[in-house]
């Protein structure tokens, strides 16, 4: 080698090439190959040309001539009779990729005036080979074009064939019509590229597939447009296959045309579209989407694929293609490339095809929806597919690596004699070649190469797997066996269902909390049943998969909202970038949906509105808990829009009682007519601190201005009843559930007392009954629906009731009042805590809170003002009523036990005051609030208990301090409490009004 070497730097006068070209071949792919041919790449350059490049780019003369024979050595005897094309090499621009006008600019130059046969046949096949050369030292080149990059490599290769057989198409058309007694028939006419070709991911010595198209058009001349076209076609086919001492174009396979090899040659675009509506298997329609104009006229090529998009992608999933794309692999495998003995690198176990039916079959299943995934390459169509939630991002990384890596060693092993081979060589010094082209250069570096194969092989077999083999996720498809046995009994249901139950089972496995996912899988397959759209729908959206088992992993609230109401699963997930919607927002959900179960024709009124109250109210309940569970909001903000959310269902619920009122009268009562009627928001409701799974506290009040005593009689009949609807609206369940729960409770005389008071009943109570309690609760009441003017007077009474004279007994009685809740209501033990009642609890904070707004509130009218408990904090702070140390201990201990509320309630679906040390799932509990303790058994547990302990403790202390109470002040409960908010309301004495405001006895 060193002789011949230095033979060859004498001859060419080349000063250095010995040494250079001998380390050049060391590098390459087969170092003897290039040994023996890179000389022979070099000699014929001989000349004052490669003396000048030489001098300039002597390693870039070196590296061409020892990756070309080394990698590519037919190109040896090419350049031979080329002698000027390893100099254009040397001078080219190797680390950019050419575009497309580029190949067709620098062709269109070559070509020139050549009208000869022989003469274009001889350019078109220089340009091929010199641009091949081009692009093998750039394929080999790593350096130049790395894995990544592949698509850059195919890109070329395709482009490049483009432009030949544009100008071939050219040539060919201009001969036939030089033989045409007239003028040439007006019709247009497109070479159609397809399968790699049409995706722009040729390989290195492929066929190029073609279907050819013309214009449906009548001719008044000797030729038809199909006649015309045909003799162009054919005239094309010599030019393009036909061999010469030039070489050849490409080999031509028309066999995916409509009908194959038994169909005409050219097709019109009329029978086109024709053939795929009605005739056209599943494999035709998976390669007609790589599909793509190559030559003649574009613009009518891709209307013509254009209108095959609705044969093609279904308006519906097409659950038939996982099928039929399984039938193919299967009928490959039993034809061909699956010789043990040597991997196939197209049609292998783990090969190109098995990526490209992944990326096909999901096209063909989600496209008709997903326009986005309609892409013809197959790595574009892997990246379309994870951006539309298609395919996991771990997915995609492995199936586009893989398939990068696999069709660099499909280029290797064809450029080695331009011959269409896929199998991978099995000798060691094969083996060696391929493993060294991609990089593995040390001495056990086919080693290294074949384990990095086997290991795409297999991500390629296991993600395949996952979609196409009949295997995995057992369990589930039991659960489907048991609650839809009619689907599973469906040929084509059942692969839906075994995807379905696959998809599931791994999602559950690798859950935050399998158990439960599992236990609430079962409950929403339950649920569905047998109704296939659902089922359509997660397949159609797959990002829905993994969104739905952590949501069934995470909250056993949200996930019976789910399970029992199936068809929230759409909605939920249409943007999962909106966060919360406002108030507007939600008032036009609430009317889309009301319009769609409109359109649907499956009910009428008040069922209608009853269905859409529920739906909007679910939707909305479920979109808040999961954006609060994923910590995207804060719980200040949940609450603020789960009150939103109760505002809108009590204001569209009032609007369907008077429907409802007016319905079966047939017409507007006189009450209705001229009365008023108002909802105050008493509680969390009123302070817009509503939590999940809360209740909704209310008052109703009327007014009849200038009515007598029977019409304000029957006023407060007429009012009852429209408050009764009122609940009945919200409260009343049907198929999609139920709103709230209402309480009306805090009314006076609670439950005694009428429904509905008068407004000067209201006022007169207040002045002459209302015990301190209830003026307590009057600090938490606003109007949320009903008449503005009403509301105005309601507003005008209350501050004015809040900021009378205290009795001089408020802050005994309010601290009686929450001693005998504690007592009653909280019983708690070592081992069970109420947050909401206990010791040191919520209505600690509550209660000292409130008491300072009364106590303080004709100082500081501003207190009285409706707002959340964490806001009167800061603001009694402001005033410095409360000390920083009070404050903070207050508001740091609201916000953790309002965040413990939260989170029990929306992860366990517990109730919102209980908190049982004993209890296993509050682990979980702890986990969420971010307390971990890896070192000891249940120590999140223990880490929470014990800060709850400290919390609660420190708000005692400063309940006591405020408040001024002594450990031995512990009062006695008296006759008339309060209507304790709870199932067991303490008994009070009972007490009615006449609807003119006279309070009576009975």
């Not at 003897?32 to 002597?58: E, F, M, N, Q």
């Not at 507007?584 to 499956?602: F, Q, S, V």
């Amino acid at each position: 080698m060193a002789k011949r070497f230095t033979d060859l730097e004498k001859a060419l006068r080349l000063r250095g090439l010995a040494t250079r070209l001998e380390t050049a071949c060391d590098d390459a792919p087969d170092p003897a190959a290039a040994a023996a041919h890179a000389p022979d790449i070099l000699r014929p350059a001989a000349g004052r040309s490669l003396g000048r490049v030489w001098k300039r780019s002597p390693e870039v003369l070196c590296r061409i001539a020892a990756l070309l024979g080394g990698g590519a050595p037919f190109f040896a005897s090419i350049f031979a009779n080329h002698p000027d094309w390893l100099i254009r090499l040397a001078e080219d621009d190797l680390e950019s990729e050419r575009q497309p006008e580029e190949f067709l600019a620098r062709l269109t130059e070559a070509l020139g005036d050549t009208a000869d046969r022989a003469d274009t046949a001889r350019v078109l096949r220089e340009f091929k080979y010199y641009e091949l050369a081009r692009i093998t030292v750039r394929d080999l080149g790593l350096d130049l074009v790395p894995l990544e990059r592949t698509a850059e490599i195919l890109a070329e290769l395709s482009h490049l064939a483009d432009a030949l057989l544009d100008r071939a198409l050219d040539r060919c058309r201009e001969w036939v019509d030089a033989k045409l007694d007239g003028d040439p028939p007006e019709v247009r006419f497109a070479v159609i590229g397809m399968g790699k070709l049409g995706s722009e991911e040729l390989n290195y010595s492929s066929d190029v597939d073609l279907i050819y198209v013309c214009e449906d058009r009548e001719s008044g001349g000797a030729l038809d447009g199909t006649q015309y076209t045909t003799r162009i076609a054919e005239e094309f086919g010599k030019l393009v296959r036909g061999k010469t001492g030039d070489g050849f174009l490409y080999r031509v396979d028309l066999d995916l045309r409509p009908e194959g090899a038994s169909g005409p040659l050219v097709v019109s675009a009329a029978s086109f579209a024709e053939y795929y509506e009605c005739w056209a298997e599943t494999w035709e329609k998976a390669a007609v989407m790589k599909a793509r104009p190559v030559a003649g006229d574009a613009a009518f090529g891709w209307r013509v694929i254009r209108s095959l998009d609705p044969m093609v992608f279904r308006s519906s999933m097409d659950l038939g293609a996982i099928e039929a794309i399984r039938a193919m692999k299967d009928k490959i495998e039993q034809a061909k490339g699956r010789d043990a003995s040597a991997f196939n690198v197209k049609l292998g176990k783990g090969g190109i095809r098995d990526i490209e039916f992944v990326a096909q079959a999901l096209q063909l299943m989600h496209g008709g929806r997903r326009p986005q995934v309609r892409q013809r390459s197959t790595q574009a169509s892997l990246e379309a597919l994870s951006a539309a939630g298609v395919l996991d991002t771990d997915a995609r990384d492995d199936l586009l690596a893989a398939y990068r890596f696999l069709r660099r060693i499909e280029n290797r092993i064809q450029m080695e004699d331009e011959r269409q081979l896929y199998k991978l060589p099995t000798d060691a010094d094969g083996l060696t070649r391929i493993a060294r082209s991609l990089g593995y250069l040390e001495t056990d570096g086919a080693e290294h190469f074949s384990a990095a194969l086997q290991h795409h092989r297999e991500r390629v077999q296991a993600i395949f797997g996952q979609l196409f083999d009949r295997a995995g996720g057992g369990e589930v498809l039991d659960l489907f066996q048991r609650n839809a046995p009619a689907l599973v009994a469906n040929p084509t249901a059942r692969s839906l269902i075994e995807s379905l139950a696959r998809q599931f089972s791994e999602r559950v496995d690798h859950s935050a909390n399998p158990e439960r996912a599992m236990n609430n899988l079962a409950e929403f397959i339950r649920g569905v049943g047998q109704r296939r759209f659902f089922y359509e729908l997660l397949l159609d959206r797959p990002e829905l998969v993994p969104r739905l088992i952590g949501l069934f992993a995470a909250s056993e609230y949200l996930s019976t909202y789910v399970a029992t109401h199936p068809r929230l699963i759409e909605p939920l997930f249409d943007d999962p970038n909106v966060l919360l919607h406002s108030r507007a927002e939600l008032d036009r959900i609430y009317e889309k949906i009301r319009k769609t179960l409109d359109a649907e024709g499956l009910r009428v009124e008040p069922e209608l509105s009853l269905d859409a109250l529920r739906l909007f109210h679910n939707r909305e309940l479920v979109n808040v808990g999961l954006l609060d569970m994923d910590d995207r909001i804060e719980r200040v903000e949940a609450e603020r829009s789960l009150t939103e959310i109760g505002e809108v269902c009590i204001e569209r619920g009032l609007d369907l009682a008077e429907q409802e009122v007016r319905r079966r009268g047939k017409k507007r009562p006189p009450w209705l007519r001229n009365g008023e009627f108002l909802v105050v928001a008493m509680g969390k409701l009123a302070s817009r601190e509503i939590t999940y799974g809360s209740d909704l506290d209310v008052i109703f009040l009327y007014d009849l201005p200038g009515g007598d005593e029977e019409a304000q009689l029957s006023a407060q009949s007429g009012f009852v009843g429209l408050a009764q609807k009122l609940i009945w609206t919200l409260q009343t369940r049907t198929n999609e559930g139920v709103c709230y729960e209402i309480d009306a409770r805090l009314r006076p005389s609670g439950n005694q007392g009428l429904l509905v008071s008068h407004i000067e009943t209201f006022a007169d109570y207040h002045s002459t009954s209302a015990a301190p309690w209830e003026r307590q609760a009057l600090l938490r009441s606003r109007p949320v629906a009903g008449s503005k003017r009403l509301a105005a007077t309601f507003e005008e009474l209350r501050r004015e009731i809040l900021l009378r004279d205290n009795p001089s007994d408020l802050r005994q009685e309010v601290h009686r009042i929450r001693i005998r809740m504690e007592t009653e209501l909280a019983r708690e033990s070592t081992a069970r805590r109420d947050f909401k009642t206990g010791r040191g609890g919520l209505l600690d904070i509550e209660t000292a809170v409130q008491y300072l707004q009364l106590a303080h509130a004709r100082a500081h009218p501003a207190l009285i003002d409706v707002s959340t408990v964490a806001e009167k904090i800061v603001q009694l702070a402001e005033l410095q009523i409360l000390d920083p140390h009070q404050a903070r201990t207050f508001a740091d201990g609201w916000e953790f036990l309002q965040r413990l509320s939260s989170r029990l309630r929306i992860l366990e679906n517990r109730s919102i005051s209980d908190l049982d040390a004993e209890r296993g799932d509050l682990d979980d509990v702890a986990r969420r609030l971010g307390y971990e303790s890896p070192g000891r058994s249940c120590g999140g547990r223990r880490s929470l208990l014990d800060e709850y302990q400290r919390r609660t403790a420190e708000i005692r202390a400063v309940y006591e301090q405020v408040l001024g109470i002594t450990g031995a002040e512990t009062p006695a409960a008296k006759d008339e409490e309060p209507a304790v908010k709870t199932t067991g309301r303490s008994r009070r004495k009972i007490r009615t009004r006449t609807a003119a405001g006279h309070r009576k006895r009975r």
